[in-house]
């Protein structure tokens, strides 16, 4: 089956530091999606794409994140600086979206739990 | 808006118990509704889905049928196990959209004893 592939699965560092979340969407799969889970929250669209070209990132922090998709193959998630309150499990999904064929479920990665010290 | 509003949790059976676990929705369009699964230290995981009024999904025993006239998606199952402790989301997509945005309820953990 194919998976939608997130790196690293684990994440430790301290306040400060850069945090670069990697992730390669099901080959053909044109809109890619990161959330954000935690306990408080649950879980949280951040920002996605279509095509590469971001469609909407307004759940995102525009302070200390970046969202990217250099090609069809990576999406990234930066982080810069990091602080503790963005410990968490990011994921990243992937999906196939057509015009008026929009009810196409989502594959999700398998997280990248991140702990800032 | 759209969004999703399903029980709050946790939600602790024995085994082979029946479980329902609440879901009612809203929405400007016509969505279609989704179940989702989540294991411990794993994504989420599509359960069963139904893409239209009195559609009933199913898959690994469980069942969902899609209400229209009480905007509802509840998730049932006769006899669950063990295995089956995980966190469960209702979602559901408007179909009338390109977007191709799931809106997920809050999720609510089931938790199955022997």
């Known amino acids: 089956d194919a998976r939608v592939t997130q790196t690293p699965r684990h994440k430790v560092t301290e306040m400060g530091q850069e945090v670069t979340m990697r992730c390669q969407p099901i080959l053909g799969h044109n809109t890619v999606f990161w959330y954000r889970q935690t306990m408080m929250q649950g879980l949280e669209l951040l920002a996605y794409?279509?095509?590469?070209?971001?469609?909407?990132d307004s759940g995102m922090p525009k302070d200390r994140f970046s969202a990217e998709m250099p090609d069809a193959t990576l999406a990234t998630l930066k982080i810069q600086p990091s602080e503790p309150r963005d410990s968490a499990v990011y994921f990243c999904a992937s999906g196939l979206v057509h015009q008026g064929q929009a009810h196409q479920p989502q594959h999700f990665g398998d997280g990248t739990r991140l702990s800032i010290l | 808006g759209d969004s999703v509003t399903q029980m709050e949790g946790p939600v602790t059976l024995s085994e082979e118990a029946f479980l329902t676990i609440n879901c009612t929705y809203t929405?400007?369009?016509?969505?279609?509704l989704f179940w989702y699964v989540q294991y411990p230290g794993e994504g989420l995981q599509l359960l069963l889905k139904?893409?239209?009024?009195?559609d009933k999904g199913s898959n690994k025993g469980f069942e969902a049928t899609y209400r229209k006239e009480t905007t509802s998606f509840h998730l049932e199952k006769g006899s669950v196990q063990v295995s089956d402790s995980a966190v469960y989301f209702c979602?559901?997509?408007?179909?009338?959209?390109?977007?191709?945005?799931?809106?997920f309820g809050r999720g609510t953990q089931l938790t199955v004893w022997p």
């Open positions: 929405a400007t369009g016509y969505p279609s």
């Open positions: 979602a559901l997509i408007d179909r009338g959209s390109t977007l191709g945005r799931l809106y």
């Open positions: 139904a893409t239209k009024a009195d």
């Open positions: 794409f279509r095509n590469r070209a971001p469609l909407d």
